[in-house]
């Protein structure tokens, strides 16, 4: 779902981010009369496993037992009741919601859920204080996905393209990278996450308003840092005979077809599936971004629902963002492929993800040959412009 770009005046998108902040200050009057620490704890709590869930109130419940007995005054048992659930949750909600396949030791990848529970929590904080139409323009989400995955995944298997994944993962977790040491200079945290296979979010929260050029920024120091790595470039040998093998003959009747071939006529068929891939491999990950405020003044976020809750809401402003960021992203691949294909043939017929792919790729330039040689045919035929043959 893509923002559908009306361009507004300053003075209509200000109305516009003022209306939704009223309206989400009235879905949080009418939330709940229960103390907010509680309905986080409780709300956070919900979405543990239940194993886990179970042991978090066998904790919570012996402390309050112990402290109950030690015959400490009610207010500061409750204070330190919910200073213990709150630390004992941050670390049961840190263990449970890893992406384990991505996550190596010191550096999490989150969850889809964890990142939407910050980003709730977030907006809690926001209305427990003085919120300002600028809270929204310091929230954003910028989407990533690898290029070319299902290629790798064909020259290296699986267990290699996980592991490059991992490493990749590790750029968008390490607090010491370049990119991330970067943020922290410009007073943005993030909350990293994997979204599926190899497509990761990240949940930025700013001291400052995410202009359109920071948000550029982010994407693009990202994609520098990604391309420039010498561990994700080192994952593939183009000149390494299993990986021509297994990238050009990945049936079993391929296979079976190259094995019965002799030593020269073997390495003949190598050296012609060589000089169809890039001189070295190259990683990239596509990206998009989207600031909150980009949600609410395109009207995405409807403010005439008499069901909506102030959960609901939220729950929905952060699916918004990423369903639009995922999708800017996927315009990207589209560019990046476009880009490909003028200068560099070589890399954009690996980015296509199947010989199958490759195979209609190439059909259609033979295709696309004999239509424009027909076209010209037609003219000199009836000395006028052919203008409309439909491919």
């Given at each position: 779902?893509?923002?559908?770009?009306?361009a507004?005046?300053?003075?209509?998108?200000?109305?516009?981010?003022?209306?939704a902040?009223?309206?989400?200050?009235r879905?949080?009057?009418?939330?709940?009369?229960i103390?907010?620490?509680?309905?986080?704890?409780?709300?956070?709590?919900?979405?543990?496993?239940?194993?886990?869930?179970?042991?978090?109130d066998?904790?919570?419940?012996?402390?309050?037992?112990?402290?109950?007995?030690?015959?400490?005054?009610?207010?500061?048992?409750?204070?330190?009741?919910?200073?213990?659930?709150?630390?004992?949750?941050?670390?049961?909600?840190?263990?449970?919601?890893?992406?384990?396949?991505?996550?190596t030791?010191?550096?999490?990848?989150?969850?889809?859920?964890?990142?939407?529970?910050?980003?709730?929590?977030?907006?809690?904080?926001?209305?427990?204080?003085?919120?300002?139409?600028?809270?929204?323009?310091?929230?954003?989400?910028?989407?990533?996905?690898?290029?070319?995955?299902?290629?790798?995944?064909?020259?290296?298997?699986?267990?290699?393209?996980?592991?490059?994944?991992?490493?990749?993962?590790?750029?968008?977790?390490?607090?010491?990278?370049?990119?991330?040491?970067?943020?922290?200079?410009e007073?943005?945290?993030?909350?990293?996450?994997?979204?599926?296979?190899?497509?990761?979010?990240l949940?930025?929260?700013?001291?400052?308003?995410?202009?359109?050029?920071?948000?550029?920024q982010i994407?693009?120091?990202?994609?520098?840092?990604?391309?420039?790595?010498?561990d994700?470039?080192?994952?593939?040998?183009?000149?390494?005979?299993?990986?021509?093998?297994?990238?050009?003959f990945?049936?079993?009747?391929?296979r079976?077809?190259?094995?019965?071939?002799?030593?020269?006529?073997?390495?003949?068929?190598?050296?012609?599936?060589?000089?169809?891939?890039?001189?070295?491999?190259?990683?990239?990950?596509?990206?998009?971004?989207?600031?909150?405020?980009?949600?609410?003044?395109?009207?995405?976020?409807?403010?005439?629902?008499?069901?909506?809750?102030?959960?609901?809401?939220?729950?929905?402003?952060?699916?918004?963002?990423?369903?639009?960021?995922?999708?800017?992203?996927?315009?990207?691949?589209?560019?990046?492929?476009?880009?490909?294909?003028?200068?560099?043939?070589?890399?954009?017929?690996?980015?296509?993800?199947?010989?199958?792919?490759?195979?209609?790729?190439?059909?259609?330039?033979?295709?696309?040959?004999?239509?424009?040689?027909l076209?010209?045919?037609?003219?000199?035929?009836?000395?006028?412009?052919?203008?409309?043959?439909?491919?």
């Open positions: 779902m893509e923002p559908r770009g009306i507004q005046t300053p003075d209509c998108l200000g109305k516009k981010l003022e209306e902040l009223a309206y989400l200050q879905l949080y009057n009418q939330s709940s009369d103390p907010d620490e509680v309905q986080v704890i409780e709300a956070i709590r919900k979405q543990l496993p239940q194993k886990t869930r179970d042991l978090f066998f904790y919570a419940d012996a402390q309050d037992e112990a402290l109950r007995a030690g015959g400490e005054p009610a207010e500061q048992i409750l204070r330190i009741l919910l200073e213990i659930k709150t630390k004992l949750l941050a670390s049961l909600l840190e263990e449970n919601h890893c992406d384990w396949t991505l996550t030791p010191g550096y999490p990848i989150y969850s889809r859920s964890l990142g939407q529970s910050v980003f709730k929590r977030y907006i809690r904080s926001i209305m427990q204080g003085h919120p300002t139409i600028e809270d929204f323009q310091r929230i954003g989400v910028v989407f990533f996905d690898g290029n070319g995955v299902k290629s790798i995944d064909a020259c290296i298997g699986y267990d290699q393209v996980t592991k490059y994944l991992k490493r990749a993962a590790q750029i968008f977790t390490d607090p010491q990278g370049p990119t991330r040491r970067w943020l922290d200079t007073g943005i945290s993030i909350t990293p996450m994997s979204v599926g296979g190899d497509e990761f979010a949940l930025l929260c700013s001291q400052a308003p995410l202009s359109a050029q920071t948000m550029e994407v693009k120091r990202f994609q520098e840092e990604i391309a420039q790595s010498e994700l470039c080192s994952f593939l040998d183009f000149n390494n005979r299993d990986v021509l093998i297994n990238f050009s990945q049936t079993e009747q391929a079976m077809q190259f094995d019965a071939l002799d030593a020269q006529a073997q390495e003949k068929e190598l050296l012609k599936v060589r000089s169809t891939l890039p001189a070295a491999f190259s990683p990239s990950f596509s990206g998009g971004k989207v600031t909150l405020d980009e949600v609410i003044a395109d009207g995405m976020i409807p403010m005439n629902n008499k069901r909506a809750t102030f959960d609901t809401t939220r729950e929905l402003m952060f699916d918004s963002m990423m369903r639009i960021a995922e999708a800017r992203q996927a315009e990207d691949k589209k560019r990046i492929k476009e880009h490909l294909k003028e200068t560099d043939d070589a890399q954009y017929q690996f980015m296509l993800r199947t010989p199958d792919d490759r195979t209609l790729s190439e059909e259609n330039s033979h295709l696309r040959e004999e239509i424009d040689e076209k010209r045919t037609l003219r000199e035929k009836a000395g006028t412009t052919v203008t409309d043959i439909n491919s």
